[in-house]
């Protein structure tokens, strides 16, 4: 039996948005598509741009790379009179062990629900951190669709 609510397919099980279940599917989602950005994971403290004609320039920091798990964070870079803006800016952990990709902290200027820190996020409600994540899936989505990759033809900085 094929269950359809919204985009989200599950064969015999019924995921809903904001459940438990729809978070642990995001994380799947989500760590499909890093691996997708970023088939070969750099080491940490490496910051890589991958740049694409007529599009925004994609920042991949590796904060901490472990056996099981990375740290890392993905924003675009803005110039604004008060200097360079990250936006998004998104920490995220990814499981590899698992295969699980979390957003830990997320700030969004425009977006003051995301303005999450890892502590709050840990500890806000489900629906919080599923929105947070839904954004991932998206973002990530947007930006492979764009023709985003690191790794091949990325740039270190």
């Known amino acids: 039996m094929i269950v359809t609510r919204g985009d989200v397919v599950q064969a015999g099980l019924q995921v809903l948005p904001g459940t438990f279940a729809g978070l642990m599917d995001l994380y799947e989602r989500n760590y499909?598509?890093?691996r997708r950005l970023i088939p070969l994971m750099p080491p940490a403290t490496n910051c890589q741009v991958?740049?694409?004609?007529?599009?925004l320039s994609l920042y991949l920091e590796v904060l901490e790379r472990f056996r099981y798990t990375t740290e890392l964070v993905l924003t675009y870079h803005f110039v604004r009179e008060?200097?360079?803006?990250?936006?998004?800016?998104?920490r995220i952990r990814v499981y590899?062990?698992?295969?699980?990709?979390?957003?830990?902290?997320?700030?969004?200027?425009?977006?003051p629900e995301f303005q999450l820190s890892e502590e709050t996020i840990q500890q806000t409600r489900l629906s919080a951190r599923w929105h947070v994540n839904r954004f991932l899936?998206?973002?990530?989505?947007y930006c492979l669709y764009q023709g985003h990759r690191f790794g091949t033809g990325s740039q270190t900085v």
């Open 32 to 34: 499909i598509g890093i």
């Open 50 to 55: 991958s740049s694409i004609p007529g599009g």
């Open 82 to 90: 008060c200097g360079r803006v990250a936006e998004p800016d998104l």
């Open 96 to 111: 590899h062990d698992a295969r699980l990709a979390e957003v830990m902290s997320a700030q969004l200027r425009h977006r």
């Open 137 to 141: 899936y998206k973002w990530l989505n």
